[in-house]
């Protein structure tokens, strides 16, 4: 079955680490950086806008902060608890909504309903996984002097845009693979290595495209994983400290003006 044949549900991530204070939260005076406020509405109230206008009626929320809990529930999202981390959190919310499965996170403030609905229509109709990324160029055009963390590969700097898709029942195995990418996602040349030799050498040589590592991992689990490129930079632009903040709020009055 094709991703267009079912529909697609969608899980937004809005856990956190034990003991480590959010710096945007307690910069705001929350409980959770999902409850901050971007244009008078919660961050998490803008994501939940633009996958319900990308056409997703189902989606859920994996968190364990009461407010946020209560928030989801006011925007009509289901409940999720939330794990250890990302992928442990994945793995429950793909337990609960099953294949097709949209992942992104609460601090994705800039979603758009047409990065969705792109991605989904770039994501090839074999692929079983499919990681939305945006190539350094294209965040720089979008927005520049952003600082990201980017991946460096022989088809360019990449950095990720926190949209997956788990197109089918079998992507369970990837979640297996993303707790490996988690704990070394700055660290290239070591995912490269757990790959092989080969792939290895290969990375070090400038050779390895990121392309070919997904592809490359995907294989090794038994399914087809695929990079898509983001067609708009902005689709990398997440909150993940106070400075994003003011660049988010800046980026949404400029979308108010230009409407």
Request: with cysteine.
């Amino acid at each position: 079955m094709s991703i267009t044949q079912a529909p697609v549900s969608a899980l937004i991530l809005a856990g956190s680490r034990p003991g480590v204070p959010d710096p945007v939260a307690g910069a705001e005076g929350v409980s959770h950086k999902a409850l901050v406020e971007i244009d008078g509405r919660p961050m998490l109230a803008h994501v939940v806008s633009a996958l319900r206008d990308a056409g997703i009626a189902r989606l859920a929320v994996a968190t364990n902060d009461a407010q946020v809990i209560a928030l989801a529930s006011e925007l009509g999202c289901e409940a999720v608890p939330a794990a250890a981390g990302p992928s442990a959190s994945v793995e429950a919310g793909f337990a609960q909504l099953g294949a097709p499965m949209l992942v992104t996170t609460s601090d994705h403030a800039l979603l758009r309903a047409e990065w969705v609905s792109d991605f989904l229509a770039d994501t090839p109709g074999n692929a079983d996984v499919a990681i939305l990324l945006a190539r350094r160029e294209a965040i720089e055009r979008a927005m520049p002097g952003s600082k990201r963390t980017y991946l460096r590969f022989a088809d360019g700097w990449w950095s990720g845009c926190n949209l997956f898709l788990l197109a089918r029942d079998n992507a369970n195995a990837a979640i297996r693979t993303w707790k490996m990418v988690e704990a070394d996602r700055k660290r290239p040349w070591r995912i490269a290595a757990k790959l092989g030799i080969g792939m290895l050498v290969n990375y070090a040589l400038g050779r390895l495209t990121l392309a070919a590592a997904i592809a490359r991992m995907g294989r090794r689990v038994g399914i087809e994983a695929r990079l898509v490129a983001a067609r708009d930079g902005l689709a990398a632009v997440d909150v993940d400290k106070p400075a994003d903040l003011a660049d988010a709020r800046e980026i949404m009055a400029s979308r108010k003006i230009t409407q």
